[in-house]
């Protein structure tokens, strides 16, 4: 089996960043494993600017700040396993060293063995299922992140007459970028009093274009069978009860979800780390390493941030972490 | 001019179509819909009941207990996971336990073998995921579990194998007699057949009462159901009902046999043969219920809802054979629960009568065994160093929750009766039903299926007709144009 000082699970921007910082801290041997074709996770999908404000000092767009940190991963020379899924990591009891297991087209089902590894598998989505919102299950319901995939990177529009549930980040932002596109808008609906982005996305994504961001409000019903034709609103309360009388039909065709992001860390409970029921992320020490001897967290599988320059500063203090961990050895 | 006509490519249409399928007959199955298994089958507990509740000397006790002890024998031969956990009927009540007694009975009265009722601590100690506040159980060690996707898929696959040709998109509008037997008319044009069966679920008594002049009546009685995921996997091991009220049996807390927990169903008759809505009383009612006999119920771990509907004929009994005023044409109608249970003892029993009537010799090459698609990660590490050498589509993971991987899906598609929509991909493999239903897989699934079907990208459907996932490219793309 392969000897790894460092493995990284993840090349988004937490796992660059965490193993650029592994290897100026000293560690030689480094692997990231990527499930995707290429670096750069979510960001590549991300192509509104924001990003980099902090760490560049400039407004750069998502795949723009990845590639800086694919450019370093290059220039270093920090090996990556690109359309690699990993599917266990077991923690050996005395050695503390940890067995990966993973799987790609050229080696099948492999196992390496690690000093350490660095979490870094970022977050997801809430599905509807988690919102058991009533009504059909017609096609049109996508999470905001998905139809984000579709239009930027496949080129598809997903729907032309759309309902965003939820006022995250990503369903603002694609609530402006299906406008862009030609589709109309009709209503951003968010259950608590208050938006859940960034003011500056309300700001530049629905005020700019004239899109009604409908507050204490949510989805009471999804109609249509085949392909969504509308949803009912309702106004809540605020112990989250459906008001009556307050129900109003929007017809669409689609329907955005941005009702959350959940960290992903099948891998990390079945490796048997101890949990953090509030963020939905591992529990780390001071030095970002969970439960697990030798097991790091960074970015969005620790706890949802809210900017990618904070996901990469976190993600350096875990590959120096991670690097004394491996000296200290 | 077919043999057989099956209409309706549900678990029960397909089983029928299977164990015809052995005789030298001409076999044709009609479904409006894309894809087999899209009605009732496709929404409901997945439950091999034993046979306990169903009236002594019903239809239903019959093929119940028959079908229960039949369907590991079909699973096995169809590659269907089927796993017999056994089932709990629980009393929650002191003075209801007399109820328990009475189930008992029935079940020894209908032939169903190793039931036991249980005491306070004997429940608890087989079930220790219950409220400590139950009195008492029944015990059917023979109840068992199976994805009624998996089943129906396997059974329709091997009959096509053996032969069963397979209509889809393919509606019923009209049936009419004429001399030898039946002209059935569809969307698709005429089809001439000397036998129909009828399995056509909730509307089974359409098409019965086009020929008969004895009038059947099929009220649905839709049922709500909740699905946990994976990680509440273990909150009960055996199948647990609640003592059956009035209305029904109660809301059911159950292991699926991919490892979620399933809640549900409730009951509620309604006119719209298409009602697969769920409703906000609906899930709550099965959260509800669940609730009061689980000991700690996670209801933040509900993945997904869904709802389905019983093809109830008013006499709640099957409604099973040869129709008096029109010879050669046999019902499978009314077919509720136990019905799923029943499809082993539901397809000979229709088989037998209508080779009777047709009078084939059986087949001297039928072929009762079909082969699953493959998990490759479940298989042993030559296995997968083989798979990966004939296609390297299975070292990569599409379906990141249940571990698809894009090896499964392309087999999904490429088989006989192959999946040609998203829910088609998603019954066959699993991909889409884990935890982020399809969330991160359904844009690449998209893209399999349109290379491998040649088709546009954006006129693959969820579930075929107006199901469109895309509603076309976005603004000066090349590929605007194509």
């Known amino acids: ?29 480094i692997l990231i494993l990527e499930r995707e074709e290429e670096l750069g996770g979510i960001l590549n999908q991300c192509i509104h600017t924001g990003f980099g404000l902090h760490t560049f000092g400039e407004e750069l767009t998502g795949p723009e700040y990845a590639a800086r940190y694919v450019e370093k991963i290059e220039k270093e020379k920090i090996p990556f396993y690109t359309g690699t899924t990993v599917l266990e990591i077991q923690s050996e009891e005395q050695s503390k060293l940890k067995t990966v297991t993973a799987v790609n087209r050229i080696q099948g089902v492999f196992q390496l063995q ?28 996508y999470s905001a992140g998905t139809a984000q995939r579709l239009v930027n990177r496949e080129g598809y529009l997903p ?170 050895r | 001019m077919y043999d057989v006509l099956i209409i309706g490519a549900g678990v029960i249409g397909c089983a029928a179509a299977r164990e015809l399928s052995r005789y030298e007959a001409g076999i044709c199955v009609v479904e409006r819909c894309s894809d087999v298994c899209e009605g009732t089958s496709k929404a409901n507990s997945g439950i091999v009941h ?70 306070r601590e004997e429940t608890l100690e087989l079930e220790p995921g219950l409220s400590e506040k139950v009195r008492g159980a029944l015990y059917a060690p ?21 032969g069963a040709e397979f209509r889809l998109n393919t509606e019923v509008t009209d049936i009419v007699r004429e001399h030898g037997g039946y002209i059935v008319r569809t969307n698709q044009g005429d089809l001439r057949t000397r036998m129909v069966v009828n399995a056509a679920g909730v509307y089974a008594d359409v098409f019965h009462n086009m020929v008969s002049s004895d009038k059947i009546h099929i009220t649905p009685r839709k049922g709500e159901y ?27 807390v159950t292991p699926t046999v991919h490892g979620n927990i399933l ?8 006119e719209d043969r298409e009602g697969v809505n769920t409703t ?64 082993p003892a539901i397809g000979e029993f229709l088989a037998e009568m209508i080779q009777k009537r047709g009078g084939w010799r059986a087949k001297e090459k039928f072929e009762s065994r079909r082969k699953g698609i493959r998990r490759f990660l479940e298989l042993t590490p030559e296995e997968q160093q083989e798979l990966l050498r004939e296609n390297p589509a299975y070292g990569t993971i599409v379906c990141r929750c249940e571990k698809i991987t894009e090896g499964e899906i392309l087999e999904a598609i490429r088989r006989p009766l192959g999946a040609t929509t998203l829910d088609g991909i998603k019954r066959r493999t699993r991909a889409g039903m884990g935890r982020c239903q399809g969330g991160f897989c359904s844009p690449r699934v998209m893209e399999l299926l349109a290379s491998e079907l040649h088709r546009a990208q954006e006129t693959i459907t969820k579930c075929g007709g107006n199901s469109r996932m895309l509603a076309g490219h976005i603004r000066g793309t090349d590929s605007e144009k194509d």
């Open chain 2, 263 to 270: 809640l549900g169903p409730t009951a509620a008759p309604v």
């Open chain 1, 1 to 29: 089996m392969k000897r790894i000082e460092a493995v990284i699970v993840g090349g988004g921007p937490a796992g660059m960043a965490a193993a650029l910082s592994a290897r100026q801290n000293g560690l030689e041997n």
């Open chain 2, 50 to 119: 034993a046979g306990y509740d169903a009236p002594t000397g019903s239809m239903k006790a019959r093929m119940n207990v028959t079908g229960n002890e039949k369907m590991e024998e079909l699973c096995r031969e169809l590659d269907v996971s089927f796993q017999r956990i056994g089932s709990l009927v629980i009393c929650m009540e002191e003075e209801r336990i007399p109820e328990l007694q009475k189930l008992y009975d029935r079940g020894i009265a209908n032939g169903v073998k190793g039931l036991r009722l249980l005491n």
């Open chain 1, 159 to 328: 729907g032309r007459e759309i309902v965003i549930l939820g006022s995250g980040d990503i369903g603002l932002i694609m609530a402006r970028r299906m406008t862009l596109e030609g589709a109309r808008v009709k209503a951003v609906a968010e259950r608590l009093p208050h938006p859940g982005g960034l003011m500056r996305n309300v700001v530049q994504c629905l005020e700019d274009y004239d899109i009604p961001l409908k507050l204490n409000c949510t989805v009471a019903e999804i109609h249509g069978r085949e392909r969504i034709e509308g949803v009912t609103l309702v106004q809540v309360d605020g112990e989250n009860r459906p008001v009556p009388g307050t129900e109003e039909f929007i017809s669409c065709d689609t329907l955005l979800l941005s009702v959350g992001l959940i960290p992903e860390n099948e891998l990390t409970a079945a490796m048997g780390a101890a949990m953090n029921e509030k963020t939905g992320g591992p529990m780390v020490s001071e030095t970002l390493e969970t439960s697990v001897p030798g097991v790091f967290a960074c970015g969005n599988v620790l706890h949802v941030h809210e900017l990618v320059d904070h996901v990469s500063r976190e993600a350096e203090e875990a590959g120096r972490f991670a690097a004394e961990w491996v000296k200290k």
């Open chain 2, 142 to 162: 023979s109840a068992g579990i199976l994805c009624p996707f998996e089943l129906t898929v396997a059974l329709a696959e091997n009959a096509a194998a053996n």
């Open chain 2, 226 to 252: 909740c699905l946990l995921d994976t990680e509440a996997g273990g909150l009960v091991r055996h199948t647990v009902f609640p003592l059956p009220e009035k209305k029904g049996k109660g809301i059911l």
């Open chain 1, 114 to 141: 690690a000093d350490t590894v660095i979490l870094a598998m970022g977050c997801r989505e809430r599905p509807r299922g988690a919102l058991n919102i009533p009504g059909f299950r017609p096609a049109g319901i």
């Open chain 2, 280 to 343: 906000k009383e609906g899930l709550e009612a099965v959260l509800h219920s669940a609730e009061q006999y689980v000991k700690e119920l996670p209801v933040r771990k509900v993945i997904t809802s869904f709802a389905g509907l019983r093809a109830s004929e008013d006499g709640r009994e099957f409604v099973l054979g040869e129709v008096k005023d029109a010879p050669g044409f046999f019902d499978a109608a009314g077919i509720e629960s136990p019905g799923l249970s029943s499809v």
